[in-house]
């Protein structure tokens, strides 16, 4: 194997460890390598244009860019999850006093696609106790065909969900609580979701559960039954109750029920 320091510097691409990105193979293994070499060494990760199968979960441990191909609004750059759990999940498996979260995590200009459809209680993309994020220019679900149960499912605390197109999901977006492994303090989610990010045929697009100090504005909501679901009865710690919540200049069209939901 090439030595992969040399090849592409601080960029990496998941075609050097055999991912064919195809559609048909299983590309779980080596996308996996991929994955785990690059956040090993501080590398960014990209990923071509091309559809890459996978069965297994992706796990990201640790802080990483990961990027795919910039282009259309369909995106050139498909992870297809044909498993029955999490598609992507960013976690730290081994949290520890000084490193209890996943620091620093970006993803850029992919779709993450179910072959199970959004009846199926899966996840598409995980992230799991994390601060200072950006996911920028992502498709999750594209109809209810390839959509997921719940679309995005945050624990986080501090970041930014922009230009992000979940489609086609029961739940487009769920925001819980940082479920500190390591002491008695619960953060609470903190993100903006903003630019452009478009929320298409489903059934709740965001659902809330301990979000503090947010913002979701210039969004478009179309085809859903409730644009927002704030449910404190969720929330562990009364810290953590839904508050200083700023919701603006958003469009929405063809709902059911409401726009709002507490």
């Not at 293994?29 to 890459?52: D, E, M």
């Not at 796990?59 to 992507?88: D, E, H, Q």
């Not at 950006?134 to 679900?141: N, Q, R, T, Y």
């Not at 086609?168 to 390591?182: I, Q």
Request: charged share 10%; proline share 5%.
């Amino acid at each position: 194997k090439q030595l992969l320091s040399d090849a592409l510097g601080d960029h990496l691409s998941v075609k050097m460890f055999g991912a064919i990105g195809d559609g048909v193979t299983d590309d779980s293994v080596s996308f996996q390598s991929a994955i785990s070499y690059a956040v090993g060494h501080r590398s960014f990760l990209y990923v071509p244009p091309g559809v890459y199968l996978t069965s297994a979960t992706l796990n990201i441990p640790g802080s990483l860019i990961l990027y795919g191909a910039s282009g259309t609004v369909t995106r050139k750059t498909v992870i297809l999850y044909s498993g029955s759990g999490i598609a992507v999940q960013v976690l730290n498996p081994t949290p520890t006093s000084g490193v209890p979260w996943v620091f620093r995590f970006y993803l850029r200009n992919l779709s993450i696609n179910s072959t199970l459809g959004w009846n199926v209680a899966t996840i598409g993309l995980d992230l799991h106790n994390v601060s200072e994020f950006e996911v920028k220019d992502v498709l999750v679900g594209t109809s209810n065909a390839t959509g997921f149960g719940i679309g995005i499912r945050g624990a986080l605390d501090i970041g930014v969900l922009s230009g992000i197109i979940p489609a086609g999901n029961h739940v487009g977006f769920f925001a819980a609580w940082m479920d500190e492994p390591l002491g008695p303090i619960v953060p609470c989610t903190s993100v903006e979701i903003c630019g452009a990010s478009n929320f298409f045929n489903n059934d709740t697009p965001i659902s809330i559960a301990g979000l503090v100090d947010s913002h979701i504005h210039n969004c478009w909501f179309e085809q859903f039954k409730n644009a927002f679901l704030f449910d404190n009865a969720l929330s562990p710690a009364a810290g953590c109750v839904v508050h200083n919540v700023t919701v603006d200049n958003n469009g929405f069209s063809g709902y059911t029920t409401g726009a709002y939901t507490d």
